[in-house]
DNA sequence: TGTACATCAGTGAACGCGCGTTCACTGATGTAC
DNA sequence: TGTACATCAGTGAACGCGCGTTCACTGATGTAC
């Protein structure tokens, strides 16, 4: 009865409702999420249908815990890159060693949203998580001047026209950071923090989705080039 | 007989064939991709369901025409901005537009592809055409001079790593230009096209799926700042 | 202008299918005394 | 250690549903002479 300590029941429950998310994210990397089935995945596992109900609400329940799972896993993924000390683009190659592992995961969290469906409320968290990271090494990129982190305001200095829409993003994320939370990273970061988060969905979703198949080029170069900081010094 | 003279009979077709397809994304919009019924549309329609089968061989001829509606929308889109000569931002501008305009439509050219489905084939030719005409832009831009096309270049010589990884890239493409066909622009500018497309994609793809509803900011301020050119002057 | 025929849009019934979900029930496992 | 009871995993039958698709048929529209 102590804490922590499973009786057989309860280890056999989570055992079996583990087996069932795994047979789930088969199903899903072979049919898509539309195609999940609770009467496939029971004949996958030897059991009948009506067993499943022992585990879960019903169909929307067990997506609804594989999106948290998802996102949970995600954020892990970024938690490890960030703690491994290899910088933004440290993080980037996680994301995308994380994303072909399972593309279908990838477009369950980031994918089509279908209409009338809404991630679990908790999922809000997990994705603030996700932010934070990405904001902890901006801001130590930031403060260490590691190259590659100036490249917006570089940019923007090049230009003719001036940073005038860079200045006015910045103000408007100084004054709407709900997404950063409390984190103290200056404008300039919360704007290349966000900016290098849709730049990385740019090139995954695309890859993902195949549309480079039949382009020629290796993926990997070019998210080398895009994302790199650190790897193309020398 | 005269060629382009359509019989009372062939127009009545056409026009019936467009009010399926009409109800088609009306459903789609409504519901996703995955939750098109044919029965559905034609109770919309006032008809029985047989009756589409003499408009289309079946659900996947169906949505296999509204896949190669959205990429030929998508490129008349692309052409007229182009003709326009509002530069890349104006080509960025258009292509939000469309996207926000029916999001459904964008993703079912650019979301969660559905494992099995494989785009018609003709769809490559109109995907080459949207990106000749981003070349295009992209070079009269870098012709120009104007700001803003030197951003990538002006970003990774600021860097103190070098832009290893980016001349590597610029090679890379350089030797593998299917994607170009055979459109003269040289390294730098296949580059800054295709960093454009997938940065596009990035921001598009995040607002769409209602990634950043709940962070705070107005995306349409990140996407100005990430993607305006010329109108930041002054 | 009128008749004979071909074309073709649309119907209604029927097919088999797989889905999520409910329900009453069996039988094994664990718990309390 | 043994008995009485409660818990709970899993079954099998059944529900209603909507789906895509086929088929034989009706009736209107167009064409040929």
């Known amino acids: 009865m102590a804490a922590g300590a499973a009786s057989p029941r309860e280890r056999y429950r989570s055992q079996v409702r583990a087996e069932i998310k795994a047979r789930a994210w088969e199903q899903i990397a072979t ?4 195609g999940l089935s609770l009467n496939a995945i029971a004949k996958d596992l030897g059991m009948s249908g009506p067993a499943l109900y022992r585990y879960f609400g019903g169909r929307d329940d067990l997506i609804t815990e594989l999106v948290r799972d998802a996102y949970r896993s995600l954020a892990d993924t970024f938690g490890a890159a960030a703690d491994a000390g290899t ?10 060693r994380w994303a072909l592992e399972d593309p279908q995961r990838y477009f369950l969290v ?3 949203p279908v209409p009338g469906y809404r991630a679990p409320d908790d999922t809000t968290a997990t994705a603030r998580e996700i932010m934070a990271t990405l904001l902890d090494v901006c801001a130590a990129e930031d403060a260490a001047g590691t190259p590659g982190t100036a490249e917006t305001d570089a940019a923007d200095a090049e230009r003719g026209a001036g ?15 709900q997404w950063a939370g409390d984190h103290p990273a200056p404008p300039h970061v919360l704007r290349r923090a966000l900016a290098y ?3 990385l969905h740019g090139v995954l979703s695309l890859e993902l989705a195949g549309h ?14 895009e994302f790199e900081g650190l790897t193309g010094t020398g």
């Open 163 to 177: 940073p005038a829409s860079a200045d006015a993003l910045e103000t408007h994320l100084a004054e709407h950071r």
């Open 87 to 96: 910088g933004l683009s440290g993080l980037a190659r996680a994301m995308r």
């Open 31 to 34: 049919a898509g999420a539309s």
């Open 197 to 199: 988060w849709t730049r």
């Open 110 to 112: 980031y994918g089509t």
């Open 212 to 225: 480079f198949t039949g382009m020629g080029f290796d993926p990997e170069v070019l998210f080398t080039a």
